[in-house]
Every structure is written in structure tokens, then in C-alpha cells.
Nanobody, 121 residues
């Protein structure tokens, strides 16, 4: 069973930075699209950032210019560098892996357990 383990969440003041990490146990990590999602209380889960196997990235408009997603395939790890944090960034952040079809195996999606980010004003 593939596991995604997030770390790096915490409590910060507005304007400060955090870096989230997610380590995946999937041996097909390097060919998977990795993403970070977040869910605030009473709101739907939303995509924050994603990075494709080739390194192409996309971001939610609300975090463009402040957050950076990156990956280290040698370490099976995806990162989310979050700068200039705002109170509205407060949420549980989830790591996501979208694995494409591999030989006879169907595409699969995996989720981490989530890590809390709280930004105080």
C-alpha cells in the first residue's frame, strides 16, 4: 500500500514562511503528478499547486508568487515552500499523488493524512 507522509505544518504569524514536505513510498513516484491541496473549515478541498513528472507546475491564483512546489525524485519527496503567509492560508494541507497507468495497473490516486497550517494575523 502506497503511503504519503506529510510534515512541516505548524503555527506562524502572517508574513512568515513554512516548508511542507511529503515523502511517498510509491516506486513510481517519478512518473506521477504530485500535488498539494488544502481544506479550510467549512470549505471544499482545493488544489494549491501541482507538479508534473517533467517539472511543469501550476498554482491556484491565490498563492501565485508566494508558494513554490518542487520535487526530488531521488528522495521520492515533493515540497511546498510557502512564503508571505496570510491568515486565509490557514487549512489542513494534503499531499496528493496521481499515478498514471503502468503496464496492467490502472491509474491510481493517493492522499496523505494532512498537516495543519495555521497563520495568525
Amino acid at each position: 500500500q502506497v503511503q504519503l507522509v506529510e510534515s512541516g505544518g505548524g503555527w506562524v504569524q502572517a508574513g512568515e514562511s513554512l516548508r511542507l514536505s511529503c515523502v511517498a513510498s510509491d516506486s513510481f513516484f517519478s512518473i506521477s503528478t504530485m500535488g498539494w491541496y488544502r481544506q479550510a473549515p467549512g470549505k471544499q478541498r482545493e488544489l494549491v499547486a501541482a507538479i508534473r513528472p517533467g517539472g511543469t507546475t501550476n498554482y491556484a491564483d491565490s498563492v501565485k508568487g508566494r508558494f513554490t512546489i518542487s520535487r526530488d525524485n531521488a528522495k521520492n519527496t515533493v515540497y511546498l515552500q510557502m512564503n508571505s503567509l496570510k491568515p486565509e492560508d490557514t487549512a489542513v494541507y494534503y499531499c496528493n499523488e496521481d499515478r498514471p497507468r503502468v503496464a496492467a495497473m490502472a491509474p491510481r490516486t493517493y492522499w496523505g493524512q494532512g498537516t495543519q497550517v495555521t497563520v495568525a494575523s
